[in-house]
């Protein structure tokens, strides 16, 4: 158990020394991969732009009347119902129709999402595009057509728009700073897993230290190198 407890030991002593070795090498390693990922992100990635609107859900269509805690939480679990719809073709086929876009279905719902605010009865419902103008109609045009066709498949309740559809003016992705620090700690990870490698697979003796270790054996004399002449 000792000598096993010995061996890890010097196994360890041994990686540190590699990364002592090699530190110049990891930090222009980690620099390069980090320089790279913020040229990819910066320069080759398209910034990617989103628009959002909410709008809340109601149980009825008279808001007159006193609105009750059950109501409320009825509205809140609906908002789930009416996202199904508010992605359906049916809504989303028409915003396509009214804006006249060139896209199918399935590429603007995938650039639609809708969540509920904080488990309440509001919704919001966002468009993610590299044309903000282009996100924020797409938005627009879905705050207009969805009401309609929620109340056509619920024929209850009611949906209306509290906060228009407005753009960020940043992009939401890429996102330079994260996508360079990752690439940044991926470019270490590698070179260290390299220099690793290299430790474990090599099994030559190089040192008095490996012959002890590999062999078993004391070592009773070492012939050094020389130059003489200018030859070794």
Excluded: W
């Excluded at 309740?157 to 990752?182: E, F, H, L, Q, Y």
């Excluded at 590698?190 to 220099?195: D, N, P, S």
């Amino acid at each position: 158990m000792e000598d096993n407890q010995d061996y890890e030991t010097i196994d360890l002593l041994e990686l540190l020394g590699v990364v002592r070795r090699h530190i110049v090498a990891l930090l222009l390693t980690t620099v390069l991969a980090a320089a790279a990922g913020f040229a990819v992100s910066k320069f080759l990635m398209t910034p990617q732009y989103q628009a959002s609107a909410l709008m809340i859900v109601n149980t009825r269509q008279d808001t007159t009347a006193n609105v009750t805690s059950d109501q409320l939480n009825s509205a809140s679990k609906l908002v789930s119902t009416y996202s199904i719809i508010v992605k359906s073709d049916t809504v989303l086929n028409q915003v396509i129709a009214n804006l006249g876009l060139n896209m199918s279905y399935e590429t603007l719902a995938g650039k639609v999402g809708v969540a509920a605010v904080d488990d309440t009865q509001v919704m919001e419902i966002t468009v993610t595009d590299a044309n903000p103008d282009g996100a924020r109609q797409v938005c627009e045009q879905i705050t207009q057509v969805a009401p309609d066709a929620i109340l056509t498949a619920v024929e209850a309740g009611s949906v209306k728009v509290i906060s228009a559809a407005s753009v960020d003016p940043d992009p939401v992705s890429p996102n330079v700073m994260r996508n360079t620090a990752i690439a940044g700690v991926l470019g270490l990870v590698v070179c260290l897993g390299v220099l690793f490698l290299q430790v474990l697979l090599d099994n030559k003796i190089n040192t008095e230290e490996d012959v002890t270790k590999q062999l078993g054996l004391n070592v009773i004399g070492v012939i050094p190198d020389y130059e003489n002449g200018g030859k070794k």
